[in-house]
């Protein structure tokens, strides 16, 4: 490949590692935004003090236990493939899948790999869920909940959980042929998790952009 196009191809690659790391905290802080401005509202309307666990309890809708289940599980997998494009070779950071002999020498290395990594973000998110009530903004496995979402917006959810796999197996083969490298099926892979991503924070984006007009 040209010095030329390697670079250009780096360059890109950099570029969409920024936009996913901005779009995701961005999101995150749009959403803590987004409940602090209706509990502030509340209170101004009621005129006394609303605790947040009240008004939490007030303001969120049941999705169904089938979509939160699909939808915790398509973050799940956004976590893994964000792990299986920078952790599976070091191309991207010096520390990889790759500088674990033991693991890299296992014929099952890959799958033990993804499910470490999914058991460890499903751990996590347990755990945050475990929260007291009045911090519930934090709560991954709530988060829809204070979102009107369309069925449309369900399927597409749902269909993250594809894109995210594509992205993984892409990922996979990277480190089949390391340490050669493809830059293309990098930059692809990553655009599948940029997608998926923007699928996922879309309601807290859809809901800020609703409030500002």
Known sequence: MPIETALTADNLFAAGTIALAIGLVLA??????????VHKLM????????????????????????????????????????????????????????KIAELASNPMGF???????????????????????????????ELYSFYSISKATKKMIGLATVLLSLSVILSAYLGTIYPSRSSSIEFISLLLIIASAFILIMPIYKESWVAIR
């Open 28 to 37: 995150g802080a749009l959403h803590i935004y987004n409940l602090n401005k």
């Open 43 to 98: 209170v101004i309307l009621q005129k006394k003090t609303v605790s947040k666990s009240n008004l939490y309890k007030e303001m969120t809708v049941a999705q169904g236990s089938n979509f939160t289940a699909l939808a915790l599980t398509s973050w799940i997998m956004l976590f893994v493939a964000i792990a299986f494009l920078y952790l599976l070779v070091p191309t991207v950071l010096p520390f990889s899948y790759m």
């Open 111 to 141: 799958t033990i790999f993804g499910l470490s990594i999914a058991l460890l973000v499903a751990i996590i998110i347990l755990f945050v869920d475990k929260l007291p009530e009045d911090l519930r903004e934090f709560k991954l496995t």
